[in-house]
RNA sequence: CGGGGUGUGGCGCAGCUUGGUAGCGCGCUCGCUUUGGGAGCGAGAGGUCCCGGGUUCAAAUCCCGGCACCCCGACCA
């Protein structure tokens, strides 16, 4: 007889699980699965006709659809079973290859003393993102958005010597952060389980070193679970560091801009690209005025001027912390970047107000740089010399045209635009497109190591800072974007590698029939075979069979019905591309796994 | 934080303008039929109409105050 899941559920001091598992722990035979022969009928997959009104994003409909996830609150949701399964085929991939490069996998708490985060700067500096709360003591305790204050702590006190090191330690951990917007189901979560890597070396060599150990197994993650990535250049932020990357899957419901052409791709945030040329009118010997009365913005002057907006200068006013203004200037079709401006600027900066423009220069809509005193940062799209640019006169209704740089006004250089579509890298034209970010990887340096006492003795005895490297991967983020990649109208489409189950096997007989029989003995052997089997046992009509394994997206659907069977066949659904084939009955299982190793 | 929107059965929605027995489709339960693309007939179950207060003989509906959730933007180690 049958024994269902529920029942081989082994608990501790109960007798029927030696009866069973006969000595051996049957959830053992399979790491990471918790239920190793689901029938559909007795199985809880919430299949939903229609996506939820508020879901927007495909992933976010798709998860919700096929039964994967369900909401909880703003920002938080829980798996259902196949949804876990999915994760955690990813979580078990990760886990393999971190293992691979000498990671030894640990498990730090959540729930931590804010005194160590106010060692560190970061009760304060972390922000709203940081969950707080109170024990019963009433000591301040935080939850985790990640690791390295306890990861550093267990350092300081545990790795002494040089012969201690290097080591890369790892945990997967529910990670908490009161994000200000929650979006696209497990796109955007405040609760997510995330696999942080934090490496310890001696020196920036050794650092080095783990880095590409990281990079090259992230590499290999990213290529099992059967993505769509890249890695680009990315910011390093405001906690410093000495090096980034990000790994970035493409997708439509991407929240990161990626400038992307042959050997190059980089965060909007930090690329730079040649800009496409613009044609400017000869410069006359000086600057000429051009009454420009109610017009304000660049495609208003630009228009009743017959000039490109990249024949215009932008302004753009900023102060910086000691009140003194800086104005930056760029082309009429380009946009400031604030990263590349903060990082020009040596540090933060704040647009100026309106009051603080007409003080120091002029009406808003018409400021440019000729007479002003103020410090004057020009983007390196700006040519000097090829023509002349209209800039605002700093009068009402009137700009200046024929104005060159450095003949007109004095500068200092700088990159602080955002790329544009059509920009090139060593001559081929860039795209943007978006992307979501799936990992991380940075190189934190002594940041940490600092102010924890992190330290280690070299060979001469000598204290030294460890040096310090941390890695993420966002496990849910790399189910999601498969989902975005992969679907077509009918559903999900999983990479083979991270699907919650490699066949759906669908049967159309009734409890009883010969093909009830043949699909009984069918799932025994594709199990022996060793395809994990998701098996449709239920009284229900062939069309709603279908459709939900479509939209459960296993790589291989199975379908035993009369039809086939009088010819001694099965059919075997290939869920990417749909393409139908059929085995024969006789060893079907072994034609079933072959057909199963040559997907993607 | 700024802007927009939504809360009515498990899901999707109508009803609200003009106050008067809480409805529709899907799903669910039972029976019979059906079984290669979300099937049919019949009989049922299931709702503090987000919460609190107010107006009124009477509030899903009108008024006041909250809360929750979603989308766009800002933000995002």
Request: with cysteine; charged share 25%; proline share 8%.
């Amino acid at each position: 007889m049958y024994q269902s899941p529920v029942r081989r559920v082994p608990r501790a001091g109960v007798s029927a699980t030696v009866r069973h598992g006969g000595g051996r722990d049957p959830w053992r035979t399979r790491p990471g699965y918790a239920c190793a022969m689901p029938r559909l009928s007795e199985y809880l997959l919430p299949t939903e006709r229609e996506p939820p009104a508020d879901a927007e994003a495909l992933s976010h409909k798709l998860l919700v659809r096929a039964g994967l996830i369900r909401q909880v609150g703003s920002g938080l949701w829980s798996w259902m079973p196949a949804g876990w399964r999915a994760h955690q085929r990813v979580v078990q991939i990760i886990r393999e290859e971190m293992d691979a490069i000498g990671g030894l996998e640990v498990l730090m708490p959540i729930l931590q003393p804010a005194e160590l985060w106010k060692r560190s700067g970061r009760y304060e500096s972390f922000g709203e993102e940081l969950f707080r709360l109170r024990d019963r003591k009433d000591a301040d305790m935080v939850l985790a958005p990640t690791s390295e204050e306890a990861v550093t702590t267990h350092a300081a006190a545990l790795i002494r010597s040089y012969r201690d090191l290097p080591k890369i330690l790892y945990h997967f951990q529910t990670k908490e952060r009161d994000e200000p917007r929650p979006r696209a189901a497990v796109l955007r979560s405040r609760e997510f389980v995330m696999k942080d890597s934090y490496s310890f070396d001696r020196d920036r060599e050794g650092l080095d070193r783990t880095y590409e150990l990281h990079a090259r197994a992230y590499d290999r993650i990213f290529d099992r679970c059967g993505l769509e990535w890249y890695s680009v250049e990315a910011d390093v932020g405001a906690m410093g560091g000495f090096g980034a990357h990000e790994y970035m899957a493409p997708c439509p419901a991407g929240e990161n801009d990626v400038v992307v052409a042959p050997g190059y791709a980089a965060n909007l945030e930090v690329a730079s690209a040649e800009p496409q040329p613009v044609e400017l009118p000869p410069a006359p010997a000086g600057p000429q005025e051009a009454p420009t009365p109610g017009l304000v913005t660049i495609a208003q002057v630009a228009g009743a001027l017959g000039l490109p907006e990249g024949a215009l200068l932008k302004a753009y006013p900023v102060v910086l912390p000691d009140g003194s203004l800086v104005l930056v200037m760029l082309r009429g079709d380009h946009k400031v970047n604030e990263i590349k401006l903060a990082l020009a600027l040596g540090g933060p900066s704040r647009q100026a107000t309106p009051e603080e423009i007409e003080a120091q220069l002029g009406p808003p809509g018409s400021i440019g740089p000729v007479g002003v005193s103020a410090r004057i940062l020009l983007d390196d799209a700006v040519v000097a010399g090829a023509g002349g640019y209209v800039v605002g006169a700093n009068r009402p209704g009137l700009h200046l045209s024929g104005v060159v740089p450095g003949r007109d006004f004095m500068f200092e250089r700088a990159d602080v635009r955002n790329v544009v579509a059509g920009d090139t890298v060593a001559g081929h034209p860039v795209r943007i497109e978006p992307a979501i970010e799936v990992g991380n990887i940075f190189k934190l340096g002594t940041r940490y190591s600092d102010v924890l006492g992190a330290t280690y003795l070299d060979h001469a005895g000598v204290s030294r800072p460890i040096w310090m490297g941390c890695y993420g991967i966002g496990p849910a983020r790399i189910a999601a974007a498969a989902i975005e990649q992969f679907a077509d109208d009918r559903g999900i489409s999983w990479p083979r590698a991270i699907a919650p189950f490699d066949v759906h096997l669908v049967t159309l007989g009734k409890d009883g029939s010969e093909e009830r029989e043949l699909s009984d003995r069918l799932y025994e052997e594709l199990r022996s075979a060793g395809l994990d089997t998701l098996y449709d046992d239920r009284d229900a009509g062939p069309g709603e069979k279908f459709a939900d394994a479509e939209l459960l997206g296993c790589p291989l659907r199975v379908t035993i019905g009369r039809r086939t069977l009088q010819n001694g066949e099965i059919e075997v659904q290939v869920r990417r591309g749909q393409e139908a084939r059929a085995l024969p009955l006789d060893d079907a299982a072994a034609a079933t796994v072959q057909l199963w190793r040559g997907l993607a």
